[in-house]
C-alpha cells in the first residue's frame, strides 16, 4: 500500500465501517492512487467512478459487500415491496403479447427482488417467460442464483448483451450507477473536466472530506465540450455530469432490440430541469448505510456513487439507436396506470393480518408513489422497435413532449 496515505476517513455524521471493510477501503485507495500515478496525476473523474464501483475484486459493486436492505446502503423499490414487480408485471405482459416473444431481460437484479416478483406475477397471468439476467456484480449474481433457485431452468444469466433480442427489457436504476463526465465552468465560462489528484501532502491529517484526494481540472475532450456547450449555457461556477456511458449503452440497444420495448427506471429529470441554473452542483450522490451525502472522494469501494439521469439524453440516444421513444412519465402515474391500487389486498384472508402489517404496507405505498419520495422522483422511460404507443403504464400522464 501507499505508504505516505493516511486511514480512510470518515467524515463526523457517517457511521464507522467495520475493521474488515476498512482493510478492504484501503486496498481500492491504494489501487486509486496507482490509477491516479498511471494517469499522470490526474485521474478523470469518469475513470475514478468505473475503478471505486467496478474495479475487480475491489470496487463497490465488484466485491462483496451487502448493499441492499437495512443491511446495506440503500433500499430500491422491488425490495421495498413485492407490489412495485406485481404492477410492473401487467406492462411486461402487454409487451410479450404484442411483440410475440415471451422473453424478459433484466439488467443489474440486485438482489433478485424484482425477478422474483414479476415471474410469480407472470405466472399468474398465465405466462411463462424465459427470464434472462445481465449482472456485472459477482455476489449480487450468486444472491440471485440462491434467490431464484426455485425458478429453475426458467431463469438465465448472461455475460453481455445478445446478438438479437424479442421481448420485454428492464433496467431499474441501471443508468444511474454508469461513469459520468463532471464538468464545470471557470469564471470565465470556460468548461473544464473535473478529476482527481492526490493531496498536495497525503501525509497530513484529513481536513475534509476529499482527503487524501483532491479535485483538479483539465480541458475537456473535443466531443464533450461540444456537447455540453449544446446543452447548457456557460454559467460561471455551474457544476454538473454527461453520462455519455449511459448514452452509448441505449444507443447500442438499438442494436441487438430487434423487437420489444426497453423500461428504463431511475431517477431524473428531462434536461431543462437537469441543467436548472438552481442545480448548480450537479446531482451527484453518494449512499453508505443509508446516509446520502455528496463526497465522492471518500470511502473508496465503500459506497455507492450515483448521478440523476438526463432523460432526454437517453431519448435522443433511443432514436439514433433507430428505437422509438414510445412513453414517459412518472414512477408513480406508472403504476398507477397499470392498477398499483387494484393489487392491495383490501379484505379478505390476503390482508394484511395485523395493524403493524398494514402499516408497513402503506409506508412502502407511500414510498413508491409520494411525490416526496419515488413517485415523482423517479421517472419511466419506454423505448423499443415494432410496437406502438400507447402502452398501459403511460395512458395517462405521457410527458414525452418535456423531454
Request: proline letters at 7%; hydrophobic letters at 45%; glycine letters at 8%.
Amino acid at each position: 500500500m501507499h505508504p505516505s496515505l493516511p486511514e480512510i476517513h470518515i467524515p463526523s455524521g457517517l457511521p464507522r465501517p467495520d475493521a474488515t471493510a476498512l482493510a478492504h477501503g484501503r486496498k481500492v485507495q491504494d489501487h486509486l492512487v496507482r490509477a491516479i500515478g498511471a494517469a499522470g496525476g490526474i485521474l478523470p473523474f469518469q475513470q475514478w467512478m468505473q475503478a471505486a464501483l467496478y474495479a475487480p475484486a475491489l470496487g463497490y459493486y465488484s466485491a462483496g459487500s451487502t448493499k441492499l436492505d437495512a443491511a446495506g446502503d440503500f433500499t430500491t423499490a422491488p425490495e421495498t415491496t413485492p407490489l412495485f414487480g406485481q404492477t410492473l408485471a401487467r406492462q411486461v405482459a402487454e409487451v410479450l403479447r404484442v411483440s410475440g416473444c415471451a422473453q424478459v431481460l433484466e439488467f443489474g437484479a440486485g438482489s433478485g427482488s424484482l425477478a422474483n416478483s414479476l415471474l410469480a406475477a407472470l405466472h399468474a397471468l398465465g405466462i411463462t417467460a424465459q427470464y434472462h439476467i445481465l449482472e456485472v456484480s459477482a455476489d449480487l449474481r450468486a444472491r440471485q442464483q440462491a434467490r431464484l433457485a426455485a425458478w429453475g431452468a426458467q431463469v438465465r444469466w448472461l455475460d453481455m448483451p445478445p446478438q438479437g433480442f424479442c421481448g420485454c427489457v428492464l433496467a431499474n436504476e441501471v443508468l444511474d450507477a454508469m461513469p459520468v463526465i463532471l464538468f464545470r465552468f471557470d469564471a470565465s465560462g470556460q468548461a473544464h473536466e473535473l478529476g482527481v489528484a492526490l493531496a498536495p501532502d497525503p501525509s497530513d491529517p484529513p481536513q475534509d472530506g476529499a482527503m487524501p484526494f483532491r479535485w483538479a481540472s483539465h480541458p475537456l475532450a473535443a466531443e464533450a465540450a461540444r456537447l455540453v456547450a449544446d446543452r447548457l449555457p456557460a454559467w460561471p461556477g455551474y457544476q454538473s455530469e454527461l453520462n455519455l456511458r449511459a448514452e452509448a449503452w441505449v444507443r447500442d440497444m438499438g442494436r441487438w432490440l430487434h423487437k420489444g420495448v426497453a423500461l428504463l427506471i431511475d431517477y431524473g429529470f428531462p434536461r431543462a430541469e437537469y441543467y436548472h441554473p438552481q442545480r448548480h452542483q450537479g446531482t451527484l450522490m453518494c449512499h453508505f448505510r443509508h446516509h446520502a451525502h455528496d463526497q465522492p472522494l471518500i470511502l473508496p469501494g465503500l459506497q455507492d456513487i450515483t448521478a440523476h439521469v438526463d432523460f432526454t439524453a437517453m431519448a435522443d440516444a433511443a432514436l439514433d439507436g433507430g428505437l422509438d421513444v414510445l412513453g414517459y412519465t412518472s414512477q408513480a402515474r406508472f403504476l398507477l396506470n397499470l392498477g398499483l391500487t387494484d393489487l392491495l389486498p383490501a379484505a379478505g384472508p390476503q390482508a394484511a393480518p395485523d395493524a403493524a402489517a398494514r402499516a408497513r404496507q402503506l409506508a412502502a405505498l407511500n414510498t413508491l408513489l409520494s411525490e416526496a419520495e419515488m413517485g415523482e422522483l423517479f421517472k419511466v422511460l419506454a423505448i423499443g422497435r415494432g410496437v406502438a404507443p400507447p402502452l398501459a403504464g403511460f395512458v395517462r400522464g405521457d410527458r414525452r413532449d418535456r423531454l
